[in-house]
């Protein structure tokens, strides 16, 4: 496969995972090819995403199983974007979350208590919606009384969707309204098309194999 010549003007690429380099669990069409191309040509990528409910390494098993060649270095997720963000900014905080395992994992990484399943949820100094397959009404009723009570309020994304081979399932978006629409309040979003998680893209280019 030729490089067109747009793309062969520049060095590094960022690419999107869902959507474009698949749907579901399959490639789509010519993406596998084209990356190989890319390799092949001596270009450098980095992936990125704004679906916050697996680890790193969960996309990068992902991206072999359908024969795209990628280390940890290479994906961006947007939770890596929001740990990167919280490590600066709200280190020694506490918190509240709505998300995955993945991005509990990543919040607390950042240097924050996660207050999940406590007492004290609802008083958390900060309110992270990212996207869950588990969203409860306890979930929603703690995040809508601290951000009540003035937590920070940050989320993955906006995105009311993410494609399946079935169809459009419902995305970080959806839940993410309801706990806007319950607080009164809007949140800061990390993803795309806002720029942290493109920064975070940008510096792992510029640091071969620095993870966050």
């Known amino acids: ?29 010519g993406a596998v090819d084209a990356l190989a191309a890319l390799r092949e040509a001596g270009k450098r990528v980095a992936f990125v995403t704004n679906d916050p409910r697996r680890a790193g390494e969960e996309y990068v098993r992902k991206l072999w199983a359908l024969g795209v060649q990628a280390s940890l270095a290479d994906v961006v997720t947007v939770g890596a974007a929001m740990q990167h963000l919280l490590a600066e900014t709200r280190h020694g905080r506490t918190a509240l979350v709505i998300g995955t395992a993945a991005m509990l994992r990543h ?38 009384l601290a951000l009540r009570r003035g937590a920070d309020f940050l989320a993955t994304s906006r995105d009311p969707t993410y494609p399946m081979p079935d169809g459009l399932w419902p995305g970080t978006g959806a839940l993410l309204a309801a706990v806007e629409y319950g607080s009164g309040r809007t949140a800061k979003i990390v993803g795309k098309p806002e720029p942290q998680l493109i920064h975070t893209a940008l510096e792992r280019l510029g640091r071969e194999g620095r993870s966050w």
């Open 1 to 29: 496969m030729r490089l067109s010549p747009l793309v062969s003007r520049y060095d590094q690429l960022i690419l999107d995972l869902d959507g474009c380099v698949y749907v579901g669990d399959r490639a789509t069409p």
């Open 107 to 144: 919040v607390s990484e950042a240097g924050l208590k996660v207050l999940n399943g406590t007492d004290l949820a609802s008083r958390a100094d900060v309110v992270v919606v990212a996207g869950t397959d588990d969203f409860t009404y306890e979930d929603l009723r703690d995040a809508v």
